[in-house]
């Protein structure tokens, strides 16, 4: 039995996680991927508008993230996938049959990636269609708009 049970490692869950260390919570964060991070792992372009701090790009800001909670001591499951959610009874039931209890459920699982259902979308993912201007310039390099 956890105080808090945490899904999601971006910013926000470990954020989450850090307060509820300081208040002396046990608490377990759950990952679905092999890393921390959320979609700073997808920013690509210096950090400029979050207060008080500047970043590389979005694995700098991580990196940060994870170095101040390294000594926190909650728990942090990677790799781990989320049967169903029973948020009245505030149980977490695993793939893999595991169900964990605990008083309190946290949701920081940030958004989705979404398509936009226009034709060609799924026949042009990776041939052209740029994410990201500071990550992909290599491809732009040279070319007119």
Known sequence: MYDVLIIGSGPSGLSAAYSCDEL???TLV????????GQLLWIHNSIDNYLGVHADNGCDLRDRFVEQTKNCDFDLWTNVEIESVDLKAKRITLKSGEALQSIAIIIATGLRRRKLGIPGETEFQGRGIIESGARDRHQLAGKDG
């Open 24 to 26: 002396g919570l046990d």
């Open 30 to 37: 759950l990952e679905q991927n092999e890393e921390v991070g």
